[in-house]
């Protein structure tokens, strides 16, 4: 059975004649809606289900929670805690061989695939010329702050009531970042966002989200489809002029905003990108980051644990952001 899809400047193509396996990549892959114009990169993904589990490898080029990845030769060896394997090959290492244990299969405990082919993608961005970024960002009168948490740090919460606001939204969680001659460039990837059930008590109008498909085995939050609910929200791309860094604290009811300094702006949205330890990989990427923030400014706010609570919350952040 073969698939393909589209996620941002590469063209994918699943190669499988396992059922459950081929839909939880395509449903991994159906989620990078947004519309690109070609050229597109192709890549494969040859998946297939085996007896037994492979061994993690030392994780020399890159750690996760779920996932190592080596690299030899110029070509990655990836492998989950689940005991899957994905082995890059080819001059471009654009085709991917990937093994799930049976007893995986069988269990439908598929979720560490994701991981497998989000590192099928990164490299194939960065192939393309982009950086992965994992942050918000919104723009509205040529303003497009990239907003900078962890998980659960509050980032889609804030988007989404930016979004109700009158901002666009170019993601919550995935963009792709990179600078040619004109500058800094975003790029959006998904129109869905990633909330947690408890938006509602802010956001009625998104309903009940626990009736949405999960975003994944390891968080409570749900898959949400911004335009939905909030039509014509959506950016495709924006120049990035703000680097936000994003607190949770107390049960205040405000979005307290300070200036973020200088010298963190750089380390500030650093942490929001997967370093792999090739060192002329991370070269490239400190490269892009560095160009990137020379012309940002920085912001770090403190949001309330119920400043959504406050119609007002928003006001000092969009007076901090105004030109």
Aim: hydrophobic share 45%; aromatic share 6%.
């Amino acid at each position: 059975m073969n698939d393909a899809f589209l996620a941002g400047p590469l063209r994918v193509r699943i190669e499988t004649c396992e059922p459950s396996v081929r839909d939880k990549i395509a449903e991994t892959l159906a989620l990078y809606d947004r519309p690109w114009d070609g050229p597109f990169l192709d890549i494969v993904l040859d998946a297939r289900s085996v007896d037994r589990g492979a061994v993690m490898v030392d994780g020399a080029y890159l750690r996760c929670a779920r996932m190592t990845v080596d690299a030899d030769g110029g070509e990655f060896h990836a492998t989950t805690r689940c005991g899957a394997r994905a082995r890059s090959s080819g001059a471009a290492r654009r085709r991917w061989s990937i093994e799930v244990p049976a007893a995986a299969v069988a269990s439908d405990q598929l979720e560490e695939l994701e991981d497998l082919v989000g590192l099928a993608l990164t490299t194939g961005w960065r192939a393309a010329g982009w950086v992965a970024l994992h942050a918000a960002a919104v723009v509205r009168d040529g303003i497009c702050p990239i907003f900078c948490a962890g998980s659960g740090g509050g980032k889609s919460t804030l988007t989404a009531a930016l979004v109700r606001s009158g901002w666009r939204a170019l993601g919550d969680d995935k963009l792709l970042l990179r600078y040619a001659e004109g500058g800094a460039e975003l790029r959006a990837l998904l129109r869905t966002f990633n909330l947690h059930p408890r938006t509602r008590e802010w956001f009625p109008e998104v309903g009940d989200l626990t009736l949405l498909p999960a975003y994944s085995a390891w968080t409570e939050k749900r898959k949400f489809r911004i335009d939905r609910t909030w039509p014509e929200t959506s950016a495709p791309h924006a120049r990035p002029t703000h680097v936000v860094r994003v607190n949770r604290g107390g049960n205040s009811r405000r979005i307290a905003v300070g200036e973020l300094a200088r010298a963190d702006i750089f380390p500030t949205l650093l942490r929001q990108i997967a370093i792999p330890g090739d060192r002329e990989t991370a070269a490239t990427i400190l490269a892009t980051v560095a160009k990137t923030v020379g012309g940002l400014r920085g912001l770090d706010i403190v949001v309330g644990d119920d400043a959504y609570c406050d119609e007002d919350c928003l006001a000092e952040l969009e007076r901090a952001l105004a030109p």
